[in-house]
C-alpha cells in the first residue's frame, strides 16, 4: 500500500488543493493531507479551524485523512508511514520552489519520494493569499473555495473589521 502525504498551511483551504488532493487519491491507496500548524508567514485561521475547514471538504473521500503537524515534512512523513509527498504546481514559479524543496527532502529523506501534480487550468489563477485579499475587500471567492470556506471567511473578517484589526498581507492584488 502507497501512502502519501499532501503537507500545506491550507489557510485557507480551496479548490486548487481539494483538486489536487482526490487526484493523488485516485493516484495513492491513501492521502493524508497534513495541515501544517505554524508556517512562517501570517496566518489568517488558526490550525484547528483549518484542520475543521480541511476535514469538511473530504469528508466524502475515505481514503483521505486530515491531520495536523509539526517539524519536518519529512518526518512527518515517516510518522504515518508516507513514502510519498504530494506537492501542487500552478505556474512556472511553483516549479523552481518545489524543486528546491523536493531536493531537500531528498537529502532529509533518501526514501520519501516527490510527486508533483499539475493543477487543473481551471484552477491556476488560484492562490491563498489572493483569496484572503479578495474575501478581506469584500469580493466573491465563491468560485474559488467551497461555500462553508467562503463563509468562515466572511465571518473571520467581520472579526477583524470589528476589532479594527487587519491581518496585514504584504502581497497586494490592490497595486
Same mark, same amino acid.
Given at each position: 500500500?502507497?501512502?502519501?502525504?499532501?503537507?500545506?498551511?491550507?489557510?485557507?483551504?480551496?479548490?486548487?488543493?481539494?483538486?489536487?488532493?482526490?487526484?493523488?487519491?485516485?493516484?495513492?491507496?491513501?492521502?493524508?493531507?497534513?495541515?501544517?500548524?505554524?508556517?512562517?508567514?501570517?496566518?489568517?485561521?488558526?490550525?484547528?479551524?483549518?484542520?475543521?475547514?480541511?476535514?469538511?471538504?473530504?469528508?466524502?473521500?475515505?481514503?483521505? %485523512?486530515? @491531520?495536523?503537524?509539526? $517539524?519536518?515534512?519529512?518526518?512527518?512523513?515517516?510518522?504515518?508511514? =508516507?513514502?510519498? +509527498?504530494? &506537492?501542487?504546481?500552478?505556474?512556472?514559479?511553483?516549479?523552481?520552489?518545489?524543486?528546491?524543496?523536493?531536493?531537500?527532502?531528498?537529502?532529509?529523506?533518501?526514501?520519501?519520494?516527490?510527486?508533483?501534480?499539475?493543477?487543473?487550468?481551471?484552477?491556476?489563477?488560484?492562490?491563498?493569499?489572493?483569496?484572503? %485579499?479578495? @474575501?478581506?475587500?469584500? $469580493?466573491?471567492?465563491?468560485?474559488?473555495?467551497?461555500?462553508?470556506? =467562503?463563509?468562515? +471567511?466572511? &465571518?473571520?473578517?467581520?472579526?477583524?473589521?470589528?476589532?479594527?484589526?487587519?491581518?496585514?498581507?504584504?502581497?497586494?492584488?490592490?497595486?
Amino acid at each position: 500500500m502507497v501512502r502519501a502525504l499532501y503537507p500545506g498551511s491550507f489557510d485557507p483551504i480551496h479548490n486548487g488543493h481539494i483538486d489536487i488532493a482526490v487526484r493523488a487519491a485516485r493516484i495513492f491507496e491513501e492521502v493524508v493531507v497534513g495541515v501544517y500548524d505554524f508556517p512562517k508567514k501570517k496566518l489568517l485561521f488558526d490550525v484547528e479551524e483549518r484542520l475543521a475547514l480541511a476535514r469538511l471538504c473530504f469528508a466524502d473521500t475515505p481514503n483521505i %485523512e486530515v @491531520a495536523k503537524f509539526s $517539524g519536518f515534512t519529512v518526518d512527518y512523513a515517516r510518522v504515518v508511514n =508516507a513514502t510519498v +509527498l504530494v &506537492r501542487g504546481l500552478r505556474v512556472f514559479s511553483d516549479f523552481e520552489l518545489e524543486f528546491r524543496m523536493g531536493l531537500a527532502n531528498k537529502k532529509l529523506a533518501p526514501e520519501i519520494e516527490t510527486v508533483s501534480i499539475m493543477t487543473d487550468i481551471q484552477h491556476i489563477y488560484i492562490s491563498s493569499s489572493t483569496i484572503r %485579499e479578495i @474575501a478581506e475587500l469584500g $469580493g466573491d471567492v465563491s468560485s474559488m473555495v467551497p461555500p462553508f470556506v =467562503a463563509d468562515a +471567511l466572511k &465571518r473571520r473578517f467581520a472579526e477583524l473589521r470589528a476589532n479594527q484589526d487587519s491581518p496585514g498581507y504584504t502581497i497586494s492584488i490592490r497595486d
